[in-house]
């Protein structure tokens, strides 16, 4: 069983809808949650992190943490062409190795 | 102020052969991380190195070996090259030992390897 499971999509909604991106992890052990973004033919870049459990909002974008059931989510609202993009889940303990999932691939239609 | 940067962008290499891959970290970091991103999945993680060290290591085979140099530059090293080895491999720079986002872990754009 992988550490990190993403629900692969891809995704495609239309300019304006509100996205959902879902993981779900086994290691309770974990204390960091972060989501990348990837644009084609590019490195990952932090779109932002969570340490412990809750919620974290910047901007259009929203995370959440429920520790509990082990399950982390990125929303986006008001989506834009702009934001088409592998979209991607990682967690870490305190020792800093991190662990990703396979990305949803994410198309905003205009 | 430069962030990460990889060389070469690509590269092409036969099956058997050894390959070099290079990484300069972002200005002010001085840890430097690898990742292998197959496509279609997630990147994993190959080995981390701060002061000149491999501190962390993830599921790899000795074939992959790196080296830190005093100016916190890094190579990644990988003999008898396997066709499962193309992928885009990731360099990602930070601060003091930690593979963590607060500590400013940022990504290059990678090599692309096509092993042949």
């Known amino acids: 069983q992988k550490e990190v499971e993403q629900d692969p999509g891809p995704l495609s909604v239309p300019e304006g809808a509100i996205v959902s991106l879902n993981c779900t992890y086994s290691?309770?052990?974990?204390?960091?949650f972060m989501w990348y973004r990837q644009y084609s033919r590019k490195g990952p870049e932090l779109l932002m992190y969570?340490?412990?459990?809750g919620n974290k909002e910047d901007g259009r974008f929203t995370a959440q943490v429920d520790k509990s059931s082990k399950y982390i989510s990125l929303f986006i609202r008001d989506s834009q062409p702009s934001d088409s993009a592998t979209y991607l889940c990682a967690i870490a303990t305190n020792a800093g190795k991190s662990t990703f999932g396979d990305g949803t691939t994410l198309t905003v239609k205009p | 102020d430069a962030g990460v940067t990889q060389s070469p962008t690509h590269l092409i290499k036969t099956r058997g052969q050894q390959v070099t891959l290079r990484c300069s970290p972002k200005?002010?970091?001085?840890?430097v991380s690898w990742y292998q991103q197959a496509l279609g999945q997630g990147p994993q993680f190959i080995f981390q190195y701060y002061e000149e060290e491999e501190r962390q290591r993830g599921n790899f085979p000795d074939r992959f070996s790196g080296h830190q140099f005093p100016n916190y530059s890094s190579e990644l090293n990988v003999n008898a090259l396997l066709l499962g080895d193309s992928a885009l491999y990731l360099c990602a720079s930070s601060s003091g030992d930690s593979g963590l986002p607060n500590y400013g872990y940022t990504f290059g754009s990678g090599t692309r390897l096509t092993v042949v």
């Open positions: 290691n309770s052990a974990f204390q960091y």
């Open positions: 200005s002010g970091h001085d840890t």
């Open positions: 969570t340490y412990s459990s």
